[in-house]
Each structure stands twice: as structure tokens, then as C-alpha cells.
T-cell receptor, first 114, second 114 residues
Framework: DAGVIQSPRHEVTEMGQEVTLRCKPI?????LFWYRQTMMRGLELLIY????????DSGMPEDRFSAKMPNASFSTLKIQPSEPRDSAVYFC????????????FGQGTRLTVV | AQSVTQPDIHITVSEGASLELRCNYS??????LFWYVQSPGQGLQLLLK??????LVQGIKGFEAEFKRSQSSFNLRKPSVHWSDAAEYFC????????????FGQGTELSVKP
């Protein structure tokens, strides 16, 4: 398996624009997680899905953020409108619900909002 | 409150010297514990994990960690550091059956002197 695949790897956008980040989890994994990494706040969980259903979105910072998982092999994280303080590295991770499993992380998307 | 504390923000060791990175956690239930490593511009790679059983766990790249319930600690060790070990190391805690829903520490940046 190719692992968790995120696109794009880098995104530079202007304030006010819509940004969509994409993630393909590992096949067979039933959990998908979106994390954000910043210098100030470190790694924080934004939202996670189980079997394509959002379970906990309490980490989503504002209504400008939304996430979807239309099927088991694809998820998006959208920011509309984007702001400079959204600049961060966004990671997608997936895992299996069986005992003794861990999360596998993608390479991340570095978002810069100017 | 659930939290993970990595007291050392930055550590420098000489190549060939031993290493210990500290991690303390606060978690209401029996925790799953993880150490991840992140090289610059890369995603997070799992070094090792503890779920149950032997409290001394072995990981990749010669790393090991010891779970001490009485001290709420999960310190990472390596007997002899290599220059390629320079990276940022994250300790994380999670719940059983939800291997990717993690609370991360702030990370410890490791520098290796020749």
C-alpha cells in the first residue's frame, strides 16, 4: 500500500480564497483523522471520521472549516474563506479500529495564506 | 484533563552518546502510548507503541521506551545516537480502539553533534 496520500503538498493562496485539501486513506482503514500542526499550538486534532461518518468535529476552529468523507477512500478539508492565521501544516491520518493499531500519517499539506 | 507533557523542547547530544527523551501523560483511562518521529518537511513516522503487556517496548531504529504507570511516564531511549536521528520527536496518548485519536506533546527537537 502507498500509505496515506495527501494533496497538494504545498498550497499558497490569498486571504479570502477557498482552499481544499485532499486525503486518500490506507485501504481497509475505517478511521480517518485531520490534524493541524502549528508552532504555537503543536499538533491538534481537528475532526475524525469512522466508517465515513464524522464522529467528533470539536477541534474544528471555526465555521470556515468543513470536512467531508464521501466514501471510504477519500476525504476533503475545506477552508472558506481562508485567513493568514490558517497557515499551518495539515495532516491526514488513518487507522483500523482493531486492538493494537496505530495511526498512519500522510506527508502533510503545507498551507500558506497571504 | 487529558494531556501529554514533553518537558524538553530541544536537546543536543553527541553522536554515539545515549539519549533519553521524557514524556509524561495525564489520561483518565488506560492509555495507548506512542512515540512518533518527524523529519523536516515530512510526516510522522511511528517509532514504537505501548498497548499492554511488557512495559519495555522496542521500536524501529534501535529505540525503546518504558511505560511506568506509577510515574505516568513513557520515556524514549536509545543507547547510541546516530547523526541521522536528528529530528523532532512526539509523544502521544490515545484511547483503545481509536488508534488515531491522539493527544500529542509539544515535541522535542533533537540535534546531534558530530
Amino acid at each position: 500500500d502507498a500509505g496515506v496520500i495527501q494533496s497538494p503538498r504545498h498550497e499558497v493562496t490569498e486571504m479570502g480564497q477557498e482552499v481544499t485539501l485532499r486525503c486518500k486513506p490506507i485501504s481497509g482503514h475505517d478511521y480517518l483523522f485531520w490534524y493541524r500542526q502549528t508552532m504555537m499550538r503543536g499538533l491538534e486534532l481537528l475532526i475524525y471520521f469512522n466508517n465515513n461518518v464524522p464522529i467528533d468535529d470539536s477541534g474544528m476552529p471555526e465555521d470556515r472549516f468543513s470536512a467531508k468523507m464521501p466514501n471510504a477512500s477519500f476525504s476533503t478539508l475545506k477552508i472558506q474563506p481562508s485567513e493568514p492565521r490558517d497557515s499551518a501544516v495539515y495532516f491526514c491520518a488513518s487507522s483500523h479500529s482493531g486492538q493494537g493499531t496505530e495511526a498512519f500519517f500522510g506527508q502533510g499539506t503545507r498551507l500558506t495564506v497571504v | 484533563a487529558q494531556s501529554v507533557t514533553q518537558p524538553d523542547i530541544h536537546i543536543t547530544v553527541s553522536e554515539g552518546a545515549s539519549l533519553e527523551l521524557r514524556c509524561n501523560y495525564s489520561y483518565g483511562a488506560t492509555p495507548y502510548l506512542f512515540w512518533y518521529v518527524q523529519s523536516p518537511g515530512q510526516g510522522l513516522q511511528l517509532l514504537l507503541k505501548y498497548f499492554s503487556g511488557d512495559t519495555l517496548v522496542q521500536g524501529i531504529k534501535g529505540f525503546e521506551a518504558e511505560f511506568k504507570r506509577s510515574q505516568s511516564s513513557f520515556n524514549l531511549r536509545k543507547p547510541s545516537v546516530h547523526w541521522s536521528d536528528a529530528a523532532e520527536y512526539f509523544c502521544a496518548v490515545g484511547a483503545r480502539g481509536q488508534g488515531g485519536k491522539l493527544i500529542f506533546g509539544q515535541g522535542t527537537e533533537l540535534s546531534v553533534k558530530p
